[in-house]
Structures are given as structure tokens and as C-alpha cells.
């Protein structure tokens, strides 16, 4: 069974950059797009990256155009999400988790994905 676990999460000052990993066991990722997506306080979780794994095909919501940046390590069965110019709205709990909706291609809607981790907290604070 597949299980998903977040981490490198923290407080980081507006400006400032994090990095944070999704590691898998139970299954390998090599042919499945993993997705990221947060959650802010009060607000519905949203999908801001995917990732082809095989292929390396990325996606990204408008929000985080060009400071964030999805990768994948197929040795390692993990992805990553480097988080640069971070702004308090990047404020979150942060997940990965796996397409499921095969359909679906390279989607960010959250109905669309399964095997969710826990999350790990970021927070952008000064």
C-alpha cells in the first residue's frame, strides 16, 4: 500500500526559500504524476504543482509561476518542491499526494488525487 510522507516544512521570513520532500513506499512512483497542493487556514486545499515521474512533465498554478519549482528523484522515490520568494500568503499545510483519476492527464484538482500524507506546516511570517 502506498504511503506518502511530507517533509522540510518551517518558518521562513517573506523572501526566503524552503525545500520540501515527498517520500513514498509501498509502491514505486516511477509511473505516476504526483501532485502538491496546500491548504490554508480557513481556505480549501488547492493544487499548486504535479509532476509526471517517468517523464518529468511539470505543471504549476498561476500563484506559483516561477518561484516554485517540482522535481523528482526516481532513485529515491521522492519528489520535491523548491519553494523560492516565498510571500506570507504561501502561508499553509503543505501535501503531496497521487493521481488517481488517470483521466485526467496533468490536473491540479484535488479530487483527482489519492494516498494524501499527513502535511507538513509552512509559514511565512517575518
Known amino acids: 500500500q502506498l504511503q506518502l510522507v511530507e517533509s522540510g516544512g518551517g518558518l521562513v521570513q517573506p523572501g526566503g526559500s524552503l525545500t520540501l520532500s515527498c517520500a513514498a513506499s509501498?509502491?514505486?512512483?516511477?509511473?505516476?504524476?504526483v501532485g502538491w497542493f496546500r491548504q490554508a487556514p480557513g481556505k480549501e486545499r488547492e493544487g499548486i504543482s504535479c509532476?509526471?515521474?517517468?517523464?518529468?512533465?511539470?505543471e504549476y498554478a498561476d500563484s506559483v509561476q516561477g518561484r516554485f519549482t517540482i522535481s523528482r528523484d526516481i532513485g529515491k522515490n521522492k519528489v520535491y518542491l523548491r519553494m523560492n520568494t516565498l510571500k506570507p500568503e504561501d502561508t499553509g499545510v503543505y501535501y503531496c499526494?497521487?493521481?488517481?483519476?488517470?483521466?485526467?492527464?496533468?490536473?491540479?484538482?484535488?479530487?483527482?488525487?489519492?494516498?494524501w500524507g499527513q502535511g507538513t506546516q509552512v509559514t511565512v511570517s517575518s
Open positions: 509501498g509502491l514505486d512512483l516511477d509511473y505516476l504524476v
Open positions: 509532476i509526471s515521474v517517468r517523464g518529468g512533465v511539470t
Open positions: 499526494a497521487v493521481l488517481t483519476n488517470v483521466r485526467a492527464g496533468m490536473s491540479l484538482a484535488v479530487s483527482d488525487f489519492g494516498s
